[in-house]
């Protein structure tokens, strides 16, 4: 079983910043890509950011030069720097990751989900 366990989220003005943290815990023999993922109120779960092992990094359109992710990979860990946000950006952001288990199964998991409030 793998869980994980995101934090950071909050209320923040616009123009402000956040850190979104997760952490990655369980039967994990090796994660791959990792990433975080946002949903609006009435709107389809979009893709914000995503990393692989290797380090090499995608991103919306939306969130290009504003958001930075990076991880830790002896930790398991994907972080997420929000920097000069929008009202737009208001979501709750979710981690995802692929996990290969000890069995040498891949499987994709996901967080509970943190709230991003931004107030104009």
């Known amino acids: 079983q793998v869980q994980l366990v995101e934090s950071g989220g909050g209320l923040v003005q616009a123009g402000g910043s956040l850190r979104l943290s997760c952490a990655a815990s369980?039967?994990?023999?090796?994660?791959?890509?990792m990433g975080w993922y946002r949903q609006a109120p009435g709107k389809q779960r979009e893709l914000v950011a995503t990393i692989t092992s290797g380090g090499s990094e995608k991103y919306a359109d939306s969130v290009k030069g504003r958001f930075t992710i990076s991880r830790d990979n002896a930790k398991n860990t994907v972080s997420l720097e929000m920097n000069s946000l929008k009202y737009e950006d208001t979501a709750v952001y979710y981690c995802?990751?692929?996990?290969?288990?000890?069995?040498?199964?891949?499987?994709?998991?996901w967080g509970q989900g943190t709230q991003v409030t931004v107030s104009s």
């Open positions: 369980g039967s994990i023999f090796s994660v791959n890509d």
């Open positions: 995802n990751a692929l996990v290969v288990t000890f069995r040498r199964l891949e499987y994709k998991y």
